[in-house]
């Protein structure tokens, strides 16, 4: 299997320390994120017929009597020809940019399809709990309580951000179909059901993914913290996350420029989920990982954080020996994956972050 993955979880106890005010950051946090979807659910925001995510459930046209096995089974049936259909990137195909899908602002963004194994049972399922649209990688540093449809949309040809979108297709009709069985008065569409739940998730998974992100362009671009951190200004009552925040990304760097890293999976583990509630962003690719036509799609995050890594153990003047040989051994076929990308500005992206972990790596063998 020629791809980069993330490390599966072991039982190995790390040495590491826990952010001080963890506790306390969490708890702003958890104000915030219920501040933010009590506001939501009062708004009348419908996603726009043109956005993907509704395109795909009205090609769907799941009926709140159906079963739930049957909506699983469908949807898992039909899958791939709605990938096709609306060019996301699945086994069958390699998508194309979309633009006005979650971030906005002129961000143009890959969609690929997460394959979705999951047993679902009617008795413990929660809309609330379901992750139907993940934020898998980005440039935006950005973190707040901003909705996407208050965001601007696209104007002209320009390209702001990049970022690569999942969408669980399971997790959307099975979400859609408890929206539809809320026997919701008003605001009973798809646009509305996008806009209250999958949007407002991929929201708060894009927060935790900005601490990768703001890690990334400090430790390897060597951008200064605070100019890095910024908060979206919202109408409703939040409290100030940004004290917590700026300390909690300066600990991570000062524990990782001060102490020994035992392997990649030591350096993740340090990173806390800044919600109490389960918003991490790792995902497994599955068998996506084993196909060169959605290989690529996977690898970005992972290169971003394989730099990071490599870069802190070269300066701890330690050999990164768990991911020297695969990142050496992989490299030609990673760049010939990344051809398969039809925009210039997504392949740009990517060859910068190859051709940096290649020369990273290159770098901490001479150790």
Same mark, same amino acid.
């Given at each position: 299997?020629?791809?980069?993955?993330?490390?599966?979880?072991?039982? #190995?106890?790390?040495?590491?320390?826990?952010?001080?005010?963890?506790?306390?950051?969490?708890?702003?946090?958890?104000?915030?994120?219920?501040?933010?979807?009590?506001?939501?659910?009062?708004?009348?925001?419908?996603?726009?017929?043109?956005?993907?995510? /509704?395109?795909?459930?009205?090609?769907?046209?799941?009926?709140?009597?159906?079963?739930?096995?049957?909506?699983?089974?469908?949807?898992?049936?039909?899958?791939?020809?709605?990938?096709?259909?609306?060019?996301? #990137?699945?086994?069958?195909?390699?998508?194309?940019?979309?633009?006005?899908?979650?971030?906005?602002?002129?961000? =143009?963004?890959?969609?690929?399809?997460?394959?979705?194994?999951?047993?679902?049972?009617?008795?413990?399922?929660?809309? &609330?709990?379901?992750?139907?649209?993940?934020?898998?990688?980005?440039?935006?540093?950005?973190?707040?309580?901003?909705?996407? $449809?208050? =965001?601007?949309?696209?104007?002209?040809?320009?390209?702001? &951000?990049?970022?690569?979108?999942?969408?669980? $297709?399971?997790?959307?009709?099975?979400?859609?179909?408890?929206?539809?069985?809320?026997?919701?008065?008003?605001?009973?569409?798809?646009?509305?059901?996008?806009?209250?739940?999958?949007?407002?998730?991929?929201?708060?998974?894009?927060?935790?993914?900005?601490?990768?992100?703001?890690?990334?362009?400090?430790?390897?671009?060597? /951008?200064?913290?605070?100019?890095?951190?910024?908060?979206?200004?919202?109408?409703?009552? #939040?409290?100030?996350?940004? =004290?917590?925040?700026?300390?909690?990304?300066?600990?991570?760097?000062?524990?990782?420029? @001060?102490?020994?890293?035992?392997?990649?999976?030591?350096?993740?583990?340090?990173? &806390?989920?800044?919600?109490?509630?389960?918003?991490?962003?790792?995902?497994?690719?599955?068998?996506?990982?084993?196909?060169?036509?959605?290989?690529?799609?996977?690898?970005?995050?992972?290169?971003? $954080?394989?730099?990071?890594?490599?870069?802190?153990?070269?300066?701890?003047?330690?050999?990164?020996?768990?991911?020297?040989?695969?990142?050496?051994?992989?490299?030609?076929?990673? /760049?010939? @994956?990344?051809?398969? /990308?039809?925009?210039?500005?997504?392949?740009?992206?990517?060859?910068? $972050?190859?051709?940096? #972990?290649?020369?990273?790596?290159?770098?901490?063998?001479?150790?």
């Amino acid at each position: 299997m020629r791809t980069l993955s993330f490390p599966k979880p072991t039982n #190995t106890l790390y040495p590491t320390l826990r952010f001080t005010d963890l506790a306390n950051m969490r708890r702003q946090t958890e104000y915030n994120r219920k501040a933010f979807i009590g506001w939501v659910r009062q708004q009348p925001f419908n996603v726009e017929n043109e956005n993907l995510l /509704v395109g795909l459930l009205q090609q769907l046209s799941i009926n709140a009597e159906w079963t739930l096995d049957y909506v699983v089974g469908y949807t898992r049936f039909r899958a791939y020809s709605l990938c096709t259909l609306f060019k996301i #990137t699945s086994l069958h195909q390699v998508g194309v940019a979309q633009k006005d899908g979650f971030y906005r602002n002129n961000a =143009r963004e890959h969609w690929c399809l997460i394959e979705n194994t999951k047993t679902y049972s009617e008795d413990t399922l929660s809309i &609330d709990e379901l992750r139907p649209v993940i934020p898998l990688c980005s440039t935006v540093t950005q973190h707040g309580y901003s909705h996407p $449809l208050t =965001r601007n949309k696209a104007e002209g040809s320009s390209v702001g &951000d990049l970022a690569i979108m999942g969408v669980d $297709l399971v997790e959307l009709a099975v979400g859609w179909w408890l929206y539809q069985r809320m026997g919701m008065e008003k605001d009973g569409g798809p646009g509305a059901y996008i806009a209250q739940y999958p949007f407002v998730q991929a929201q708060l998974i894009h927060n935790q993914l900005s601490v990768l992100n703001i890690l990334y362009e400090h430790i390897i671009h060597d /951008v200064p913290i605070k100019e890095l951190i910024s908060f979206d200004s919202v109408i409703f009552t #939040t409290v100030s996350e940004k =004290r917590e925040f700026v300390k909690y990304i300066e600990f991570l760097v000062n524990f990782y420029k @001060n102490r020994r890293l035992q392997s990649f999976e030591h350096f993740l583990v340090v990173i &806390d989920s800044i919600y109490a509630q389960p918003y991490f962003n790792y995902v497994g690719a599955g068998r996506a990982a084993l196909f060169s036509q959605t290989q690529w799609i996977w690898e970005p995050s992972i290169l971003k $954080l394989y730099s990071i890594y490599l870069k802190l153990c070269t300066a701890m003047g330690v050999k990164a020996s768990d991911v020297n040989t695969i990142i050496d051994r992989t490299h030609r076929n990673r /760049v010939q @994956n990344f051809n398969r /990308v039809p925009e210039s500005y997504f392949k740009g992206w990517f060859y910068q $972050l190859c051709d940096e #972990t290649y020369a990273l790596n290159l770098e901490n063998l001479k150790r």
